[in-house]
């Protein structure tokens, strides 16, 4: 069975800082997906970014970067000068055929 | 970027009533989903679809059933609501590897 783990249920960074939420996940696979996505509060589920297995580079998207490393099938995201819009429910995902979301992390973002 | 609609975004009803959530996607993906999703909490697949005519039963058991006749049109429907059926409803579409979402229904039964 494929399982995605985010250990951390709350967490909490001051503004400008950065903060690293992770993600740990189980496959015998090879080539799958990875993603993290942020549901704001009471907003929509949006992507924030996604790791393709086979690539070796981190993927990057502005603030947000992941470290990917395979071989411990681990994927966390870190998220670089935090401000209080980043303040949401961050879901790691992890896709072979369909996607399975581990249970989420509530990041808040102190002023 | 997918766009993908819900409607109600809210809805309150009492027990025993039958209702049906709406989804659209105007992007032609062949997959859909629907989440159930009780606040700040773990997303669980009840339905998923893989094209026209085509409906499974996702992780979760539920009392819901999905239809799909058209590409683009997903809707969810509970026969009798319970308040155990308090929950979000997302649905989500999916092109290639990566999913989006629909803002949500946010259903409360009383």
């Known amino acids: 069975a494929q399982t995605v783990t985010q250990s951390q249920p709350e967490m909490s960074v001051q503004e400008a800082e950065t903060v690293t939420l992770s993600c740990t996940y189980d496959?015998?696979?090879?080539?799958?997906?990875l993603f993290w996505y942020k549901q704001p509060p009471s907003r929509q589920m949006i992507l924030v970014i996604r790791?393709?297995?086979?690539?070796?580079q981190n993927a990057t998207e502005n603030r947000f970067s992941v470290n990917f490393q395979k071989a411990a099938k681990s994927f966390s995201l870190k998220i670089s000068d935090s401000q209080l819009g980043d303040t949401a429910m961050y879901f790691c995902a992890f896709m072979i055929g369909d996607m399975r979301f581990g249970a989420g992390t509530r990041l808040t973002v102190k002023p | 970027e997918a766009d993908i609609y819900q409607t109600p975004r809210y809805l309150v009803i009492g027990t025993g009533k039958k209702i049906t959530l709406e989804c659209s996607q105007t992007m032609g993906h062949d997959k859909m989903y629907w989440y159930q999703q009780d606040p700040g909490m773990e997303l669980h697949l009840i339905h998923y679809s893989y094209g026209v005519n085509s409906t499974e039963k996702g992780d979760l058991s539920s009392e819901s059933t999905v239809s799909r006749i058209r590409t683009e049109h997903f809707p969810l429907t509970l026969e009798s609501a319970r308040p155990s059926h308090t929950s979000q409803y997302l649905c989500?579409?999916?092109?290639?590897?990566?999913?989006?979402f629909g803002p949500g229904t946010r259903l409360t039964v009383l």
């Open positions: 496959t015998s696979e090879s080539n799958y997906y």
């Open positions: 790791q393709e297995a086979y690539k070796q």
């Open positions: 989500a579409s999916r092109q290639g590897d990566t999913q989006y």
